[in-house]
């Protein structure tokens, strides 16, 4: 990420506080289920044609035989699918937290928050890059 200027982790920042004031949440059940399943195929198979086509990737080794790239591509798409049906949960979660302490606008809130926290990640990540 050191290539990366403080200009365009601005322009990531503010769009990753955009993407977080959408409440994903309350998404009707087969779209939720639809991002989980789609995150996991996603995620799945970039790691099975990484694995078995590093030539794809530039990377300099053999190849993974197809029943063990299989393997970890399943195991891949089953912890990008839990863990975005777990982003769901904690979405929900801290949403109703702040609407529970009087927060009138708790999606701006988070929004702000996805927002800085992308900032400062960037920030602290192309810091230690540089030395």
């Known amino acids: 990420m050191a290539d990366q200027s403080p200009r365009q982790s601005l322009v990531f920042a503010a769009l990753t506080g955009l993407a977080s004031i959408v409440p994903i949440w309350r998404a009707p059940r087969p779209v939720r289920v639809a991002l989980v399943a789609g995150t996991g195929l996603v995620a799945g198979g970039a790691a099975y044609v990484a ?14 035989a197809a029943p063990q790239s299989a393997a970890v ?3 891949v798409a ?9 982003g769901f949960a904690v979405d929900r979660a801290f949403e109703q937290g702040l ?5 009138k606008h708790p999606r701006l809130v988070l929004g702000t928050a996805g927002a800085v926290l992308s900032y400062a990640i960037d920030v602290l990540d192309r ?3 540089s030395n």
Not at 51 to 64: F, K, Q, S
Request: hydrophobic residues 40%; neutral net charge; aromatic residues 2%.
């Open 51 to 64: 694995l078995t086509r590093p030539d794809l990737i530039d990377a300099d080794r053999e190849p993974v």
């Open 73 to 75: 591509g399943t195991g």
């Open 78 to 86: 089953v912890l990008a699918g839990g863990a975005t049906a777990v």
């Open 99 to 103: 609407v529970r302490r009087g927060v």
């Open 127 to 129: 810091r230690f890059d």
